[in-house]
């Protein structure tokens, strides 16, 4: 498989903050690749050095066979960008927005006019197109700048958080079009995402956590770690259960916040036995089938959802200044 | 919200043929298509706000009237009135005020580089393939276009004046305010360049552009002026501009024209190196 995206050993500090460090992966060819990770996580850095933005302060990366470094308007040929912020002019119309974009990667004439009518029908806003982009809703924003991405018919889209402000039908109707990219035109993306749900969805997911790849490889590889189920109590004093579970049934547990967590294969027949010995210090137990959540949690000993409401707030106010 | 209905389902969209898919792109882009076109928005977006053009137009035109007439009936002799003496000092004050309309015209302009940055656009340009120079030359030259045509609406009130334009007359002034435009939209764009807000820019607009504008001989004539306000006035660049915009107009003005002209065009060449200079720097500096 050729790859759309090599990334080697990078590294990136603002001032004393570390928000990259040592990140190295590939994306292949007609692979949706995700990044998942908190605010703050170092997501945005990495978008940033990928679309050729910022360079990096140690190490590079490949974009279609093309070097970051040396050779950044080869690379932005092969990249579609695709930002969280809207890139769009507001006071233009959808097919203007679309000319403009050609005229900036060196389309132009029949071949730009055919690019724009192809991709405004397959975003579905064919009947749109002379419409000021001011006067569009939110979703439909968001598909004149996946067609703007898309016109130059790239190696690689790149796209930032790319469902954030969508409506979950929207979401879904987002997701179903990247899949239909890369399976249809063989285009490889590369997407940062807060969310655990659309990271399963992902071919391949890299896990960023305080500027390091805590994880790496399918949804269905990372959440084989796990063995078996995960056991989720509620407890009033934690640890004392936790020690009382290890002493007495031998079973190695995990406190976090106000839970205790197991992890073992056929957890729910183990329910039984724990509700016979430590009943009145359990408020509940859930038994699940182990997600993405869980697997942060094992490679970066931190609960996502606290982390995901910006634990780092130096690291995110960082990123947002650059 | 999504309207589904107007969306091609998935199903639709596979069916569509992959020979459909255009090619990847692998020439250069040049140089002037990308400039051309990030002209032609700056125009476009321009003339869809109605309220700047007429912001830019009308507070000038406002100035002119009352500082002109006030000021006519203050001092109404010798180098105030010179070159334009039979008209008084609202003549006097008509290439100050072209020179005004310019600047305004430059400022507001400029100010879409921080829009530009603030709401995404310019991200999405900055990630194109086209030379970093394309940015510079599409964004200063439709400023200065913008800026230059504003100027040129405002000849229009001339021959309220009795001053008469002739048409070889009009393309110098025209020309002239070209020049002029260049340079104040270079200024503009390297303040603009590195801010993050409008609230910044302004201060800075309102610190270093309007009183070079002041000293600039649109007000009051280098030939009157004390000896300090007359070295400030010969080392701003500006006080050139409108002095070959006099010249022009009137046939008479305190500098030569060929020196006005060359340290104007200097000065159109310094603000687009700096510039240059700038945006292509910003990679390497990571901002």
Known sequence: MAFAVEVENIGHCYGELRALAGVSFTVGDSEIFGLLGPNGGGKSTLFRILSTLMRPQEGTARVGGYDLLREPDLVRRCLGVVFQASSLDLKLTAEENLRHQGHLYGLRGRDLQQRIELMLGRVGLADRRHTACEKLSGGQKRRIEIAKGLLHNPRLLLLDEPTTGLDPLARREMWSYLTLLRERDGIAVLTTTHLLEEAEDCDRLGILHKGHLAALGTPAELKQEIEGEVLVMEADAPERLRQGIQERLHQPAQVIGHQVRIERAQAHEFVPALMDAFGPQIRSVTVARPTLEDVFLRRTGQRWSIEAMGEAPAATAAEARA | ?287
Not at chain 2, 225 to 230: M, P
């Open chain 2, 1 to 287: 919200m999504m309207e589904p209905a107007a969306t091609a389902t998935p199903a639709e969209l596979a069916a569509t043929p992959s020979a459909a898919v255009p090619a990847r792109v692998n020439r250069p882009t040049g140089l002037w298509l990308p400039a051309a076109t990030l002209w032609w928005r700056e125009l476009v977006r321009f003339y869809r706000q109605k309220a700047r053009v007429v912001g830019v137009i009308g507070s000038p035109i406002i100035f002119w009237l009352i500082i002109g007439a006030g000021f006519g009936t203050s001092f109404s002799t010798g180098a105030a009135a010179q070159g334009a003496a039979k008209q008084g000092y609202l003549a006097y004050f008509f290439p100050g005020t072209m020179v005004l309309i310019v600047l305004f015209t430059a400022i507001f302009t400029m100010m879409s580089v921080i829009e530009d940055r603030q709401e995404g656009f310019l991200q999405a340009v900055l990630v194109a393939p086209c030379p970093r120079t394309s940015i510079v030359l599409g964004k200063v030259l439709g400023g200065a276009t913008l800026a230059t045509l504003q100027g040129i609406v405002f000849l229009a009130l001339a021959p309220t004046l009795c001053i008469h334009v002739g048409f070889l007359q009009f393309w110098a002034v025209f020309g002239v305010l070209g020049l002029v435009a260049l340079a104040l939209t270079g200024a503009g764009f390297i303040i603009a360049w590195r801010l993050d807000s409008s609230h910044a820019f302004h201060a800075i607009v309102n610190l270093f552009l309007i009183p070079a504008w002041l000293v600039s001989g649109a007000l009051f004539p280098l030939a009157g002026a004390s000896k300090w306000v007359r070295l400030v006035m010969l080392l701003n660049p500006l006080t050139y501009g409108t002095e070959a915009l006099r010249q022009v107009l009137y046939g008479a003005s305190a500098l030569p024209l060929s020196t006005a002209l060359g340290v104007t065009a200097g000065f159109d060449a310094l603000m687009l190196a700096i510039a240059l200079w700038m945006v292509r720097g910003e990679r390497r500096a990571g901002v």
